[in-house]
Every structure is written in C-alpha cells, then in structure tokens.
C-alpha cells in the first residue's frame, strides 16, 4: 500500500512476550527456547525454536512440557504432538528431525487460556539446560487436516520457475497462483495470517494456494523497530505453508528499501540459508518503491539483495518491485535485473487503475518480462477508505491476468471497513468465514476458485 494508505490504518500490533531465556546445555543435547509470538484476549500463538549446539548432526528431536489446568492447546504445526493429561509431546515432523549442527527448526500452536509452558525437556533433558528428566508416556496424535483431492499446491507443481515470460512448474507447464496478501504484520487486528487451521481452510474453501506474508519494514512495531517480532511472524508463516502445501510469499514490505539495503540483505540472505531449500518460498525484497530512478536507485538494490539470496538459494523465484507503486513495469522491461528465476511486481487497485496500466503490463511483457501481481484491490489505490468496490473493472484485471497467466495475490487477510479488508468483525482467528466476508472479499473468493 502507499504511505497515504497508512495513516488510516486503524488495527492493533501483536504481542510478542519475551521468550525464556536459555543457558548452556550439555554438548551432547539441543536447546528448545519458547516464545508467545501473538497473543489476544482468552489465548496466544507459542512458538518453540529447537536448536542442535552440537558438532554433530541430530536425526531426530522431542519437546515434552506441562500446560496448567485450564489450559489447552486447539491446534499445532510442524511436529506430531500427542498428549497424557496436562503434558504435551512434540516430536519432529518427518522433514525437520534432521538438524545439521548448528541449524534450528521450529514448531508451534494455538493455545486457549493464558497458562505458559512449565517442565520443559528437550530429549529428557531439562530445556533450560538442568534439572531432572521429566518422561510420560506418549498419547495418540490428533487428526491432521487432509490435504485436498489431487494433492497440495506445492504437491502438484513442485519447484516453480520463470519460463519466457510466465511462471511454470516442476513439470515445465505453465502455472497461475492465485492467493491472499496479509495485512502489514505490525498492524494486523488478529494473528489471521499465522495461523494454520486458517491457511488450510483457505486452502481447501478458497482454492488459496500462495500466501503473501507482508513485514512492514519501518512503521512502529515493524522490523526496522522490532525485528524479533517481525521475523517469528514471518517464519510462523513460512512454517505453515510448508505444512499445508502451499507457496509463501516473504515480501519484504517498504516504500524506502534502498534507504535499509543492509537489513535487507541481511534478512533475505539469513532466511534463504535456513529456508531456501523449500520449494514452497518466493521472495519479494521490495513491495512498492516510489517514484524513484529504476536503474539508479532500485536496480542496484535488488542485484544486492538478488546476489545475497542466490548464495544460498540458487533456485527459488524473487519478485522485484518496480517504480512508483511498482506501476512502472515498462522502466525495469529496458533494463532488468541480471539473474535467473526473476519475475517483476505490477500492483493495481481497479478503481483507479485500468487499461492505461495495463498497456504498462502488456509492454513489459512484450519485452520479455515475467510478471506477478503481489498486491491488488476492486478498489482505490488508498485500500477503498469510501468503500466502493470497482468490480467490472476489477474483472477486467482478472480477464488480462488469466490471460497472460499472471500470479497474484489480493489485498488483504484482516478486519475492517476499507473495502481490501477481507473479513468482518468477529471474524474467528482459525478459519471458516464463510459468513464473515465483506468488501471486495466475495469477489476474490470467487475469482480464486
């Protein structure tokens, strides 16, 4: 969104509780350190980062701990969790059980009440690094929610790739993602976009099968303030689109990225060494540069950051922002960035864009650039602050992606008046809003599927 948007934004920020602190272990076992990534009234998101500080590579791993009376967990990802009356098992999912030393992993889970994790072992050693092996004996996992007829979106395509000027899969056909941006994560009313029962279900309702995690960079409580935060959010995310199979976009959210090109690459560079490996993840370094120079200004920052990804991911699609909202496609089709698997941002709003942004898009293809639509909205460029929705030209957006095989992702996964707003108040955190939908919402839903 444009920094006219900001101000109007009206949302709380989560809360991040400052996780325990974890002393030295023995060298023979790994560390678990707990923290509460969100919070709201009545529960909260926890988050344990598990930690192999040997020299040598673990195969598997196990997180016991008790939860007080009233207290319980709802649902959990990216391990197999069981339970024996108050005390909870986790153990590695068959993906993340082998560490290489040093590397870590992380699993969590919604709780409902306020009690905290107490009694922690990690492999019957105390998580805080002593103390007494505390065992119990294993209960039966719960249901895990089934993938939809036909497999995941990541199970169908796999590896994706830039092929001319679209998008195809492990299987050389072409692909169109159709998906659903978060609101900025510093200012999102509700964890909705953390959460995995609420994935899934767009998933399996939605036909969803790419999620955009947008990091507010320099607004108060984003990364740039509270970087912490910002990147347990971000992996919360990317954690669960592995688990439900579908694509992640980690979309570096700034209107001013040249001004924090060390963080940047600092961020992109450390996430693609842990995450790189996932066919699941596109990056997107840049949302919405203003109206600055493409090849002073921008391109130099996304050979930057393109040249610190690709040191540890050499395969996975970046999406690079483009001048003035990431409208001016037409400016980064003479000069692209050097590279491979490279794909250019177009954001519109239907009632302010249309066919002259269009003819910008049909340009840049025509000079051989990949396009994908990050952001959109039936809507005015400032988020619909009136309300109106724009939908014959927006179905005049959706008509030209379509046709040119276009990825987007629409504009965004929160409560509230704007016409992006997706859902209305009282919208539950897991999922199913069937009836909560509003704004340009029933429109997306529908183009989705």
């Known amino acids: 969104m444009k920094r006219s948007r900001i101000a109007a934004v009206l949302a709380l920020a989560g809360v991040l509780v400052a996780a325990l602190v974890v002393t030295a272990m023995p060298a023979s076992a790994a560390v678990a350190q707990f923290a509460v990534v969100n919070s709201w009234s009545g529960g909260y998101e926890g988050r344990f980062t598990v930690t192999n500080n040997t020299s040598s590579p673990v195969t598997s791993w196990r997180v016991q701990f008790d939860l007080p009376s009233g207290t319980s967990i709802s649902n959990s990802w990216n391990a197999q969790q069981s339970v024996s009356g108050n005390r909870y098992t986790f153990a590695n999912a068959a993906w993340n059980g082998s560490l290489a030393a040093g590397a870590s992993t992380t699993f969590g889970f919604t709780v409902n009440g306020t009690g905290t994790p107490s009694g922690c072992t990690i492999d019957g050693v105390s998580c805080s690094g002593g103390g007494t092996p505390t065992t119990s004996p294993p209960g039966t996992p719960p249901p895990t929610t089934p993938p939809p007829a036909g497999g995941t979106p990541v199970a169908q395509h796999g590896q994706l790739r830039v092929c001319g000027t679209g998008m195809c899969n492990s299987g050389g056909a072409r692909v169109q993602l159709r998906g659903i941006s978060s609101m900025w994560l510093n200012w999102e009313t509700q964890p909705y976009a953390e959460n995995l029962s609420a994935l899934t279900w767009m998933r399996d309702n939605w036909n969803l099968q790419v999620i955009r995690a947008a990091m507010g960079v320099e607004p108060e409580g984003a990364y740039l303030s509270n970087p912490s935060k910002a990147r347990a959010q971000v992996e919360t995310i990317i954690n669960n ?23 940047s690459v600092a961020f992109f560079s450390d996430l693609a060494r842990r995450y790189g490996h996932l066919p699941n993840v596109i990056w997107e370094p840049y949302n919405e540069p203003l109206q600055v120079g493409w090849t002073s200004v921008i391109k130099p920052y996304h050979q930057a950051v393109v040249t610190a990804i690709r040191q540890h991911d050499p395969d996975n699609i970046i999406v690079l922002g483009t001048p003035t909202w990431s409208q001016d496609v037409d400016a980064a089709a003479a000069s692209p960035v050097q590279g491979t698997n490279l794909m250019y941002t177009l954001h519109f709003y239907s009632c302010t864009h249309g066919a002259s942004l269009r003819a910008k898009g049909d340009a840049a293809i025509r000079a051989g650039l990949a396009l994908f639509v990050t952001e ?74």
């Open 241 to 263: 689109a592995v688990t439900a199979g579908v694509y992640v976009i980690v979309d570096w959210h700034d209107h001013a990225a040249e001004n924090h090109q060390a963080q």
């Open 376 to 449: 959109w909205g039936a809507s005015h460029a400032d988020g619909g602050l009136d309300g109106r929705i724009c939908q014959s030209e927006a179905q005049a957006w959706i008509d030209w992606m379509r046709a040119n095989g276009i990825s987007w992702t629409a504009w965004k996964l929160d409560v509230g008046t704007d016409t992006t707003n997706l859902l209305s108040p009282g919208a539950p955190v897991t999922g199913g809003w069937t009836n909560y939908l509003r704004g340009h919402g029933p429109f997306v839903v529908a183009s989705m599927r």
